[in-house]
């Protein structure tokens, strides 16, 4: 079980290296349903110019279409950082059973860091979470992307004669 948890984290790595390639933060998402991967999603905000397009909505998305439904109740996500508030509410209200993060966000996270929204008694359903999976390695990846992002920013512009 460990080595197909790790698998499915692993995928859920390389839809964030995609993400990094567009210039994108490295976030990427896999959505698992009897061992499988249904569905797969990484960050694409910049690139669409869209609030909503993080890796856990683009995720669910496809998972629902191809269960043909939106609760998705027998379904674990396998995400590389802790979900903001707004994909954190998705997860809920589309019922997943259990999501496995890697790197928690101490500054925007709620699955704990900041809020714990997918455990929440007031819900009508709570989401089993798994922590650190793969930490080190999803970190590394996030914290290289911002180093890069700040050595970027400090070129300055070039002038042309």
Excluded at 38 to 44: D, L, M, Q, T
Excluded at 118 to 129: G, K, S, W
Aim: one cysteine or more.
């Amino acid at each position: 079980m460990a080595d197909s948890k790790e698998k499915f984290m692993r995928e859920a790595i390389r839809q964030a290296k995609k993400a990094y390639a567009l210039g994108e933060a490295p976030i990427g998402c896999v959505i698992v349903r009897e061992g499988k991967i249904i569905a797969r999603g990484y960050n694409r905000r910049n690139t669409e110019k869209n609030a909503l397009a993080h890796a856990e909505l683009a995720a669910i998305k496809k998972a629902s279409k191809k269960c043909g439904d939106w609760r998705l109740e027998d379904c674990t996500m396998y995400v590389t950082l802790e979900p903001c508030q707004m994909c954190a509410g998705a997860i809920v209200q589309s019922r997943m059973q259990k999501v496995v993060i890697a790197a928690m966000n101490p500054k925007a996270g709620c699955a704990g860091s900041v809020l714990n929204l997918l455990q929440m008694a007031q819900f009508n359903h709570q989401v089993e979470i798994e922590q650190g999976l793969l930490e080190a390695e999803c970190s590394e990846l996030m914290s290289s992307f911002f180093r890069e992002l700040r050595t970027k920013k400090k070129i300055p512009p070039c002038h042309l004669a």
